[in-house]
C-alpha cells in the first residue's frame, strides 16, 4: 500500500508562473519530509526538505509547505523556468532510516 | 569529485543467473540504500545499511541480498532473478544516521536491469 502518493502524474506550467507539486501521505508517524528532482538517465538529486515540526521551509525559488492535519505537502516553484522541467518525487520518514517516495510527478515549464 | 557510482550500468541476464550491483560512495558516508523505480510505484526502498555489518530490509526486499563489509561499497546481489525484477535501481548515501538533522540521500546514476 503507497504510503505517498502524489496523484498528478504530470503538470504544465508557463515559463515564469507557478508550479504547485502536491503530496499526501497516511502515515501519521513520518517525521522527515523532502523533494526530489530527476532529468532522464540521471539519479535522483535534492532539492529541498522539511521536518515535522515545521510548516515551511524556503529555497531560493523553492518553498515546501507541510499540513500535518491533512497529512499534506506541496512544493512550490516561483518562478518556474525551463531548466525545473523534471520528474519530481516526494518522500517520508520515520528516524530517517526507512524512506517512502511518492509515484512522481512530471513537470513541464513551457517556455 | 565526491559521487556513488554504480556498475554495470545496463544489464541484460536470464532468469536465475546471479548477478551482483556493486555501488560505492568515495563521501565517507555511513548510511547506504538501494532503490528500485518501477513505471507507477515511483521509487521503492529494497535495504539500507546504517554502517558496516548493519543492515535492514526496506519496503520491497524478497529476492535481494546485500552486505556492507566496507563503509564505502553496498552492493546488490541477486541470487536468482526473475523478470519481476526487471527495472532500474538507484544505490544512495547519507553522511548521517537518523536524527534531528537529518542528511539527505545522494543518488548514484542508476543500473537498469531486464531479466529474460
Known amino acids: 500500500d503507497q504510503q505517498v502518493k502524489q496523484n498528478s502524474p504530470s503538470l504544465s506550467v508557463q515559463e515564469g508562473r507557478i508550479s504547485i507539486l502536491n503530496c499526501d501521505y497516511t502515515n501519521s508517524m513520518f517525521d522527515y519530509f523532502l523533494w526530489y528532482k530527476k532529468y532522464p538517465a540521471e539519479g535522483p538529486t535534492f532539492l529541498i526538505s522539511?521536518?515535522?515540526?515545521?510548516d515551511k521551509n524556503e529555497d531560493g525559488r523553492f518553498t515546501v509547505f507541510l499540513n500535518k492535519s491533512a497529512k499534506h505537502l506541496s512544493l512550490h516553484i516561483v518562478p518556474s523556468q525551463p531548466g525545473d522541467s523534471a520528474v519530481y518525487f516526494c518522500?517520508?520518514?520515520?528516524?530517517?532510516?526507512?524512506?517512502?517516495f511518492g509515484t512522481g510527478t512530471s513537470l513541464t515549464v513551457i517556455p | 569529485e565526491a559521487q556513488v557510482t554504480q556498475n554495470p550500468r545496463y544489464l541484460i541476464t536470464v532468469t536465475g543467473k546471479k548477478l551482483t550491483v556493486t555501488c560505492s560512495q568515495n563521501m565517507n558516508h555511513e548510511y547506504m540504500s538501494w532503490y528500485r523505480q518501477d513505471p507507477g510505484l515511483g521509487l521503492r526502498q529494497i535495504y539500507y545499511?546504517?554502517?558496516?555489518?548493519?543492515?535492514d530490509k526496506g519496503d520491497v526486499p524478497e529476492g535481494y541480498k546485500v552486505s556492507r563489509k566496507e563503509k564505502r561499497n553496498f552492493p546488490l546481489i541477486l541470487e536468482s532473478p526473475s523478470p519481476n525484477q526487471t527495472s532500474l535501481y538507484f544505490c544512495?548515501?547519507?553522511?548521517?544516521?537518523?536524527?534531528?538533522?537529518?542528511?539527505?540521500?545522494?543518488f548514484g546514476p542508476g543500473t537498469r536491469l531486464l531479466v529474460l
Open positions: 545499511s546504517m554502517n558496516v555489518e548493519v543492515t
Open positions: 544512495a548515501s547519507s553522511p548521517r544516521l537518523a536524527g534531528p538533522s537529518q542528511e539527505t540521500q545522494y
Open positions: 522539511i521536518s515535522s515540526i515545521k
Open positions: 518522500a517520508a520518514s520515520v528516524t530517517g532510516n526507512q524512506f517512502y
